[in-house]
């Protein structure tokens, strides 16, 4: 394939996403599977690239820029945490090498939080969060997810972070416990919706009653017969306003970049509304990965501008 100048990857627990990109940062073609830490570890992780790769017609030699989990400690090559405060421009000096005999290969590392200020950690985020320091961007950015980050950027540095459960929670409340069967045939929730506009309400102003108002739900649906829909987007209000509470002493009068795409970024920007929060700005969370993926391509491979 020709004008490709690198090839920039996504590698998250449960999904990988890649992209062949000019030196403008245009893409030129895409691949996206299922194929996570799980399916690529058994498979072997540079089986599963090259795979891609193949099916694209990409040369050998095309380098490759990755970030995410495919970077822990159970991915590919560990590539070890940068300790904050965190300066963003110097992540792709810290990129993990992997060896290979077909091209170049680098991991960006993630960051990690120690001390009073609480242990935490994160890895593809700090990516997202490139485009917007080159941007100049001073504030607080909230990025949902499974693991939803909560990060203070300063002066282009990440002085400090904040992981919630929302995602994670969401997902095992709806799957695997009693408000389950409640929830069982509920279509995605429209942030529109009373029900999640008062769930995220309820969940703001009382967050400490969050276990109480969860079990209600179930209580709902047996007793006086609240529907699935209704149910799912209570739920959801409820989690992300008990996040938001909790975000609030981070975030204090910040400036908030909301780094978000699909469904999540609507729930967000709803709930985001309703707390309160200031100078909210939405960026596409794909848009923000691949852009910066590809200003750490650039600065670790210097690529020269060739005409085709």
Do not use: N
Not at 6 to 35: K, M, N, P, Y
Not at 141 to 158: D, F, I, N, Q
């Amino acid at each position: 394939m020709g004008g490709v100048s690198h090839i920039v990857v996504d590698w998250g627990t449960s999904s990988f996403r890649l992209w062949a990109l000019d030196l403008d940062g245009v893409v030129r073609a895409e691949r996206r599977s299922a194929q996570g830490l799980a399916a690529s570890g058994a498979e072997g992780f540079e089986r599963v690239l090259e795979a891609h790769l193949d099916a694209l017609g990409i040369a050998e030699g095309v380098p490759v820029m990755m970030c995410g989990m495919v970077g822990s400690r159970a991915g590919w090559v560990e590539a070890a945490y940068v300790a904050t405060p965190a300066g963003l421009d110097g992540l792709t000096e810290k990129a993990a090498h992997v060896p290979s005999t077909r091209r170049l290969i680098r991991i960006l590392p993630g960051i990690a939080q120690r001390g009073a200020a609480g242990a935490d950690v994160m890895r593809g985020e700090e990516t997202q969060l490139l485009p917007l320091i080159r941007d100049g961007f001073e504030g607080v950015a909230c990025l949902p997810g499974t693991h939803c980050k909560w990060v203070r950027v300063e002066g282009g540095t990440v002085t400090g972070f904040a992981t919630f459960l929302t995602g994670e929670l969401f997902h095992l409340l709806r799957s695997g416990s009693v408000v389950a069967p409640a929830v069982e045939v509920a279509p995605p929730v429209d942030p529109a919706s009373t029900y999640f506009v008062r769930g995220v309400d309820d969940g703001l102003a009382a967050p400490e009653l969050l276990g109480r108002d969860l079990f209600r739900l179930r209580a709902g649906w047996l007793l006086e017969g609240t529907s699935p829909e209704a149910t799912l987007a209570r739920l959801s209000g409820l989690l992300i306003g008990a996040e938001l509470a909790g975000a609030r002493h981070f975030a204090g009068a910040c400036p908030v970049a909301l780094i978000a795409s699909g469904a999540a970024a609507a729930l967000y920007r709803t709930a985001l509304t309703r707390a309160g929060f200031a100078a909210v700005t939405l960026h596409d969370a794909e848009d923000c990965v691949r852009a910066g993926l590809h200003a750490a391509a650039l600065k670790a491979f210097r690529p020269e501008r060739t005409t085709e």
